[in-house]
T-cell receptor, first 115, second 108 residues
Framework: DGGITQSPKYLFRKEGQNVTLSCEQN?????MYWYRQDPGQGLRLIYY???????QKGDIAEGYSVSREKKESFPLTVTSAQKNPTAFYLC??????????????FGPGTRLTVL | KNEVEQSPQNLTAQEGEFITINCSYSVGISALHWLQQHPGGGIVSLFM???GKKKHGRLIATINIQEKHSSLHITASHPRDSAVYIC??????????FGTGTRLQVFP
């Protein structure tokens, strides 16, 4: 079955620790995205990557870092510099947005709680 | 003011009722998406629209480009339709802009 996997579903970390969230897709999509979801707010874009070894900052990139060494994988690191890291994190992928037909496919999400 | 506004924020219905969720946006767009987020958090894409109307099963989505407005309708609602419905718009090849979602609960 093709799809996007995120692990783990729930993650707890102590304040001041870096944590890496996993995102893997086997849809052969070039573009991948990381979003953050907070109560009462729409999804906000953290980082996105349209091709391997390239990525761009989204609207709220401060305190986060990413890598895109493989087409299938786009891990997100939440660093200790992120002031309010507790949130629900969603990964998505799509065929490159060269037109308007870029439906994004979402993973199940990781709920990060920083204690 | 958010570029994408959804109404209502919360909606409750009895099984069988016809449901309408609205989305208004303030920017020029190339496409509008309707998404469904299940209680567990996973998101599924329902529709992508650039004009007119689309139907899939009991779901119907319409868009009026001149009025910058879209509606999602659910006919013969069922408790399994309970979810958060999210509207998102795309400007050209730019990123998606998401609404805050409409939480729907359908009771038997």
């Amino acid at each position: 079955d093709g799809g996007i996997t995120q692990s783990p579903k729930y993650l707890f970390r102590k304040e001041g620790q870096n944590v890496t969230l996993s995102c893997e897709q086997n849809l052969n999509h070039d573009a991948m995205y990381w979003y953050r979801q907070d109560p009462g707010q729409g999804l906000r874009l953290i980082y996105y990557s349209q091709i391997v070894n390239d990525f761009q900052k989204g609207d709220i990139a401060e305190g986060y870092s990413v890598s895109r060494e493989k087409k299938e994988s786009f891990p997100l690191t939440v660093t200790s510099a992120q002031k309010n890291p507790t949130a629900f994190y969603l990964c998505a992928s799509s065929i490159p947005p060269t037109g308007t037909t870029d439906t994004q496919y979402f993973g199940p999400g990781t709920r990060l709680t920083v204690l | 003011k958010n570029e994408v506004e959804q109404s209502p924020q919360n909606l409750t219905a009895q099984e069988g009722e016809f449901i309408t969720i609205n989305c208004s946006y303030s920017v020029g767009i190339s496409a509008l998406h309707w998404l469904q987020q299940h209680p567990g958090g996973g998101i599924v894409s329902l529709f992508m629209l650039s004009s007119g109307k689309k139907k899939h099963g009991r779901l119907i989505a319409t868009i009026n480009i001149q009025e910058k407005h879209s509606s999602l309708h659910i006919t013969a609602s069922h408790p399994r339709d309970s979810a958060v419905y999210i509207c998102a718009v795309k400007r050209g090849t730019d990123k998606l802009i998401f609404g805050t979602g409409t939480r729907l609960q359908v009771f038997p």
